[in-house]
Nanobody, 122 residues
């Protein structure tokens, strides 16, 4: 059983940088994929960024391309999402997820954290 715990959310202002972390425990598989997803009020959960715990290049959603980095610290089993130049549209609950497929579809992920709220004020 894999457990994921997100941290780092909160209230930030437009243009600020934000760093979200996800610590993991349990039976992680290095071939699996870890990702960040988000869900805004009244909207479906959407992909933000994914990468394998080991190997392959990361994949980013268009709306964070060029201003976000997903990084992994394998020794600490931690995945981080750095977001720069945040906008009001980035307001959402951000989730960390783990699954077997290199997929941007939330339904392909088996394990989820509880989420962390990010609110961007203008």
């Amino acid at each position: 059983q894999v457990q994921l715990i997100e941290s780092g959310g909160g209230l930030v202002q437009t243009g600020d940088s934000l760093r979200l972390s996800c610590s993991s425990s349990g039976g992680l598989l290095s071939s699996w994929v870890v990702g960040w997803f988000r869900q805004a009020p009244g909207k479906e959960r959407e992909f933000v960024a994914i990468r394998r715990w080991k190997g392959t290049s990361p994949k980013y959603a268009d709306f964070v391309m060029g201003r976000s980095i997903i990084s992994i610290e394998n020794a600490k089993k931690t995945v981080t999402l750095q977001m720069n130049s945040v906008m009001a549209e980035d307001t959402a609950v951000y989730y960390c997820a783990d699954g077997p497929s290199y997929s941007i579809s939330p339904s392909d992920y088996k394990y989820w954290g509880q989420g962390t709220q990010v609110t961007v004020s203008s």
